[in-house]
């Protein structure tokens, strides 16, 4: 399958590639804030990408927007609880800045929102176990992403990769039925900054509707609060009800949506950014 590539520019973290078609800034570093704007506009014209993305200090917002980038999305205390971030693009092509289904994603929006903090709780039963997942499950983990998603913004498909994020700031989750492996979600932690994306939920077709997804969340909260994680955020696919209403009955704050941001489940699609101090 085809992969962006993840790059170490100068102590700032980016990705980039023609899968997504874009520049995204993962992680800026905080003394080279003045070039970045640059620096990642000068990979986007090399490829002709057609979105500029970057997760930022809000202490750079003005410089970012002086270069034609706009701001997306915003989480308060996004860093260490003390500094907010913001989410900036540059569109360069005016066909990715168009979304295509504004009503549909706003519909989205609305009945999510209309559900906050309507918490549902459930119990697994005798042949439900969840599991903190571990190097052995990485070939089944791998499977089930490649059965619910045709495309994603990284290669969880790859069982390496999972084996190797494992290995540095990710921790997987999973619900067990009859011991087969049926639901998964990750929490990627950025420690030094005291935040965690809630990320890569899929749900095996045939288990669907059972609150798999609201049981994950629960735990994976437990266990980013007992390692002292202060802020949790999820980008999710706008355009699903299940994934957006589950954050919103957890209490998550709407931040923004990213237009036509990732390649995900076959093609480009806009994203919601959702946050909660936990």
Not at 1 to 20: C, E, K, T, W, Y
Not at 99 to 114: C, G, K
Not at 145 to 152: A, C, E, L, N, T
Not at 156 to 167: C, G
Request: aromatic fraction near 12%; charged fraction near 25%; include cysteine.
């Amino acid at each position: 399958m085809l992969r962006d590539q993840v790059v170490n520019i100068a102590g700032s973290l980016i990705q980039h590639g023609p899968f997504n078609d874009r520049v995204y800034l993962m992680k800026a570093a905080p003394d080279n804030l003045e070039e970045l704007p640059s620096i990642v506009q000068g990979i986007a014209q090399e490829n002709n990408y057609s979105k500029i993305f970057s997760r930022v200090p809000a202490s750079a917002k003005e410089h970012f927007l002086s270069m034609g980038h706009v701001e997306e999305a915003f989480i308060p205390g996004f860093f260490n609880g003390s500094e907010d971030a913001v989410f900036m693009a540059r569109y360069l092509s005016p066909e990715r800045l168009e979304e295509q289904d504004p009503n549909e994603i706003a519909t989205v929006l609305e009945t999510s929102l209309s559900k906050f903090n309507e918490l549902k709780g459930m119990e697994l039963s005798n042949d439900e176990e969840f599991v903190v997942c571990c190097e052995e499950d990485v070939l089944e983990m791998a499977e089930l992403y490649r059965q619910v998603f045709p495309s994603y913004p990284f290669p969880i498909h790859d069982a390496s990769y999972l084996l190797r994020t494992m290995s540095e700031d990710f921790v997987y989750f999973g619900i067990r039925e009859k011991g087969v492996l049926v639901a998964v979600s990750s929490c990627e932690m950025d420690e030094v900054n005291s935040n965690v994306e809630m990320t890569d939920f899929a749900t095996m077709p045939g288990s669907r509707g059972k609150g798999y997804s609201y049981y994950l969340l629960d735990e994976m909260e437990k266990n980013m609060r007992d390692k002292g994680i202060k802020t949790a955020y999820t980008i999710a696919r706008a355009r699903s009800y299940g994934i957006n209403t589950v954050f919103s009955r957890h209490s998550y704050i709407y931040a923004g949506t990213l237009i036509n941001n990732t390649n995900i489940s076959g093609g480009i699609e806009s994203m919601n950014v959702w946050y909660k101090k936990i």
